[in-house]
Nanobody, 124 residues
Framework: QVLLVESGGGLVQAGGSLRLSCAAS????????MAWFRQAPGKEREFVAT????????YYADSVKGRFTISRDNAKNTVYLQMNSLKPEDTAVYYC?????????????????WGQGTQVTVSS
C-alpha cells in the first residue's frame, strides 16, 4: 500500500477555512488517483473530492461544490483539500485515500490505501 499521512485539521468557526494536506510515500501523486473522504460519528464514510491520475481532473460531492478545492503538488508529492465557508455539518474525520488501479470512483471500498485521518470540527 501507499503510505498516506494527513494533517491540517483543527477547530474553526462556521464560515472559516482550513487546508488539509496528504503526504504520500511509495508512489508519486501524479501517477495515482487521490481522494478525500470524511466520516462523522455514527455515519458512513462519504466521498468528498478526488483528483484523477495523470489528467488531474477533479470531482466533488454536491455538498462541498463551490466551497472545497482538491489539488496536488507533484514536487512535494502532496495532495491538498482547501476547505472554505465551513459549516457545522462538515465536522468529521477526514481521510486521504488512493489505489493504483482506480481512475475515478466515489466508492470507499475501491481504495486500498488510507491515511490515519485528521479531525475537522466546525463550531456554530
Amino acid at each position: 500500500q501507499v503510505l498516506l499521512v494527513e494533517s491540517g485539521g483543527g477547530l474553526v468557526q462556521a464560515g472559516g477555512s482550513l487546508r488539509l494536506s496528504c503526504a504520500a510515500s511509495g508512489r508519486t501523486v501524479s501517477s495515482v488517483t487521490m481522494a478525500w473522504f470524511r466520516q462523522a460519528p455514527g455515519k458512513e464514510r462519504e466521498f468528498v473530492a478526488t483528483i484523477t491520475r495523470s489528467t488531474g481532473s477533479t470531482y466533488y460531492a454536491d455538498s462541498v461544490k463551490g466551497r472545497f478545492t482538491i489539488s496536488r503538488d507533484n514536487a512535494k508529492n502532496t495532495v491538498y483539500l482547501q476547505m472554505n465557508s465551513l459549516k457545522p455539518e462538515d465536522t468529521a474525520v477526514y481521510y486521504c485515500a488512493t489505489d493504483t488501479e482506480v481512475y475515478l470512483t466515489t466508492e470507499p471500498g475501491r481504495y486500498n490505501s488510507w491515511g490515519q485521518g485528521t479531525q475537522v470540527t466546525v463550531s456554530s
